[in-house]
């Protein structure tokens, strides 16, 4: 279970580019539930995720992972609860590191890491076979550089690094977004099996409102850095996209989602 209570954050206080990025945000969200987030530019998104995920240190309020108080813990050492991948394909794996050399290290996040074993035969064995069920193509590239893939299938690489350890939280930040159509729904639709088959908490972050209503048990919205609504499937089991948009437009956020989300 994650539980928020009255998160701060700010940037540059005091200072001429001073951002109040989250402004006393609570959020409880139960263990296995698939959240997802969105928002125009600026509305806190991303800083939601990098206080969970250790990377922003709020100003004040506290961060829970299943009752402990995580408030002031670092990044590294939240690494055996928290995962995360980025928008950004080449920002989950190493370009110089073959696939398995990749897959090696993610395994041995938040414990102690070793080249030497980093690419042993039977940790070739084990991720062929995973790969291989996950139905990515990446199965017969174990030894090429990751720097050679494609985006679609570095992302895939780099959501499959993020799960590979065990952890409770999976963070995904617009993971989908630099990938084309045809790459982004089959990443997507590997990302929801992940979470089911692990059981994972996960938040994703989209600017896409159809990834929105069509994802997950629950979706925030945020704008100004509070979340102005909270909509758990269970209870909108007929949101839309043009609900979603109605929302935003009573709150003053209409102009922004037309600038600065994907509605389809």
């Known amino acids: ?8 954050v700010t940037f540059d206080r005091g200072g001429p580019l001073e951002k109040h990025a989250l402004n006393d945000v609570s959020l409880r969200i139960d263990e296995g539930e698939f959240v997802t987030v969105i928002g125009s530019n600026g509305a806190g998104k991303s800083t ?5 995920a250790g990377d922003v240190t709020p100003e004040c309020g506290t961060v829970r992972i299943d009752g402990s108080d995580v408030t002031r813990r670092q990044a590294a050492d939240r690494a055996g609860l928290v995962a995360r991948v980025f928008q950004d394909p080449r920002a989950g794996s190493c370009d110089q590191l073959s696939v398995a050399e990749n897959l090696a290290v993610a395994q041995r996040r938040g414990g102690r890491r070793g080249f030497s074993l980093a690419a042993g035969r039977d940790d070739r064995k084990e991720y062929a076979a995973l ?11 174990l030894d ?22 065990p952890s409770r939280i999976l963070l995904l ?3 989908t977004a630099a990938l084309d159509p045809v790459m982004a729904a089959n990443v997507l639709a590997l990302t929801e099996r992940v979470v089911r088959e692990r059981r994972l908490t996960a938040l994703m972050v989209t600017h896409s409102m159809r990834q929105a209503v069509d994802t997950g048990d629950r979706v925030l919205m945020l704008h100004g850095g509070r979340i102005i609504h909270d909509l758990p499937r269970s209870k909108h089991p007929d949101l839309t996209v043009e609900h979603l948009l109605e929302l935003f437009e009573r709150r003053g956020g209409g102009a922004a989602v037309t600038d600065a989300m ?3």
């Open 262 to 264: 994907a509605l389809g």
């Open 1 to 8: 279970m994650i539980e928020i209570d009255h998160i701060s």
């Open 173 to 175: 930040d617009e993971h």
């Open 144 to 165: 090429q550089p990751a720097a050679g893939l494609s985006g679609g299938q570095r992302q895939a690489l780099a959501l499959v690094m993020a799960t590979l350890s």
């Open 131 to 141: 790969l291989d069920d996950l139905g990515v193509d990446l199965a017969r590239r």
């Open 48 to 52: 939601l995720l990098g206080v969970l």
